[in-house]
């Protein structure tokens, strides 16, 4: 079974400053897909960021970032430029790609919370 | 386009009662499943339906209830509600293997 850790249980910084949220998982695979989503204080799952395990480049959307290091099994989130609307809930979550009843699942890790210190 | 809905958005119960959380979804979208978040634990997969009249047991599917009748409506039934059950409950579809999910605005609940 697949797993996702985040070791950083809260994160701080600095308005307009660069933070990145840190995340590991363990898996058999090698196919497979990771994503950052953002849950703010409305609750709603945002989806920030994905990555296809077979891409070796890192995964970009705007101010968000990934470093993905496949060997590793990790798969970090840069937050660049912080806003007061990034605070929130970051979770990182992985996804079989085999086409196998079942592997649709997302396995989540515990979460990160985001505070931005204005 | 709606995306996906769930209803109720609060609700109470008593211990003992039964319910029904409502979810559905206008994308024509397969998968949908049900997850469980619990402070300190992220969210952990209830059940899950790779289409009509197909679903299957999560990781802590004891207590709940799942029928998929319609590719659009997934509901989750609490048979006899418990305490250990206060949580926030979150519906969530996908089309395709490569796309995150799209997840409903959860239902707090509270069973006291």
């Known amino acids: 079974a697949q797993t996702v850790t985040q070791s950083q249980p809260e994160m701080s910084v600095q308005e307009a400053e660069t933070v990145t949220l840190s995340c590991t998982y363990d898996?058999?695979?090698?196919?497979?897909?990771l994503f950052w989503y953002k849950q703010p204080p409305s609750r709603q799952m945002i989806l920030v960021i994905r990555?296809?395990?077979?891409?070796?480049q890192n995964a970009t959307e705007n101010r968000f970032s990934v470093n993905f290091q496949k060997a590793a099994k990790s798969f970090s989130l840069k937050i660049s430029d912080s806003q007061l609307g990034d605070a929130a809930m970051y979770f990182c979550?992985?996804?079989?790609?085999?086409?196998?009843?079942?592997?649709?699942?997302?396995?989540f890790g515990t979460g990160t919370r985001l505070t931005i210190i204005p | 386009n709606a995306g996906v809905t769930q209803t109720p958005k609060f609700q109470v119960l008593k211990t003992g009662q039964s319910m029904t959380l409502q979810c559905a979804q206008d994308?024509?979208?397969?998968?949908m499943s049900w997850y469980r978040q619990d402070p300190g634990m992220g969210l952990r997969l209830i059940h899950y339906?790779?289409?009509?009249?197909?679903?299957d047991q999560g990781e802590v599917p004891n207590g709940y209830n799942v029928s998929r009748s319609t590719t659009e409506d997934f509901p989750l039934r609490l048979l006899s509600a418990a305490p250990s059950q206060t949580s926030v409950y979150f519906c969530?579809?996908?089309?395709?293997?490569?796309?995150?999910?799209?997840f409903g605005s959860g239902t707090r609940l509270t069973v006291v």
């Open positions: 969530a579809s996908t089309r395709t293997s490569n796309y995150g999910y799209t």
């Open positions: 990555q296809e395990a077979y891409k070796q």
């Open positions: 339906s790779v289409g009509a009249g197909i679903t």
């Open positions: 994308m024509n979208h397969e998968y």
């Open positions: 898996t058999s695979e090698s196919d497979y897909y």
């Open positions: 979550a992985y996804r079989s790609a085999t086409s196998n009843f079942g592997n649709e699942k997302l396995t």
